[in-house]
Structure formats: structure tokens, C-alpha cells
């Protein structure tokens, strides 16, 4: 069993940044593709962003590629979104997810934090 706890969302304006980190509990964090999703209110959950359990590849939205950046250190059971240039649309519930596939579907996660909001100001 693995637990995932996310942290670092908050109120920023657009343009901004935020780095929201994904903490895991247990040792077998790096067994697992780790990916972020999203959901803005009203809306279905989003992909957002996913790396490959030894970080070696990663793969973005079209909405937010060039702007963030997923990264994993599995050493520290953890892992990062930067997200940079953030838009009001980028408003959301941030959310981290492991699976044990490489995978953009959420069906496809097994273990999912219980998300943090990110809110950005026009």
C-alpha cells in the first residue's frame, strides 16, 4: 500500500509559479509511473503531466507543455510539478497519482493523493 499526500498549491497570479510536490509513503514509490492530474470545477479530471518511474521519460498536455516540468526523486520517496507562466485557466484541484503502467488514463492509477488547489488570479 502507498500513500501520497500533495503539497504546495496555493494563490498565485497569472503569470506566476508554484511547485507543488508529491510525498509517498513505503518503498515501492519507484516501482511506479507517477503522473499529475487535474480538475477544475464542473469538469472532468485532466491529465496534466506523467514521468516514468526512473524518470527517463516524460510526456505533457499540449496545455501545459513548455510551461511545466515533472520531475521524481525516488531516492526521497517524492516527487515535483514546477509550473511555470501559470494561467487562470490552470485553476484546479492538483492532483499526483501512481501506476504501474506509463499512462496519460486516470483508470489507470492506483494510488492517488487528495489533491491540492491551485488557484491563479487574472
Known amino acids: 500500500q502507498v500513500q501520497l499526500v500533495e503539497s504546495g498549491g496555493g494563490l498565485v497570479q497569472a503569470g506566476g509559479s508554484l511547485r507543488l510536490s508529491c510525498a509517498a509513503s513505503?518503498?515501492?514509490?519507484?516501482?511506479?509511473?507517477m503522473a499529475w492530474f487535474r480538475q477544475a470545477p464542473g469538469k472532468e479530471r485532466e491529465f496534466v503531466a506523467v514521468?516514468?518511474?526512473?524518470?527517463?521519460?516524460?510526456y505533457y498536455a499540449d496545455s501545459v507543455k513548455g510551461r511545466f516540468t515533472i520531475s521524481r526523486d525516488n531516492a526521497k520517496n517524492s516527487g515535483n510539478l514546477q509550473m511555470n507562466s501559470l494561467k487562470p485557466e490552470d485553476t484546479a484541484v492538483y492532483s499526483c497519482?501512481?501506476?504501474?503502467?506509463?499512462?496519460?488514463?486516470?483508470?489507470?492509477?492506483?494510488?492517488w493523493g487528495q489533491g491540492t488547489q491551485v488557484t491563479v488570479s487574472s
Open positions: 513505503g518503498r515501492t514509490f519507484s516501482r511506479y509511473a
Open positions: 497519482g501512481l501506476s504501474n503502467e506509463y499512462t496519460t488514463s486516470h483508470d489507470e492509477y492506483n494510488y
Open positions: 514521468i516514468s518511474w526512473n524518470g527517463g521519460m516524460t
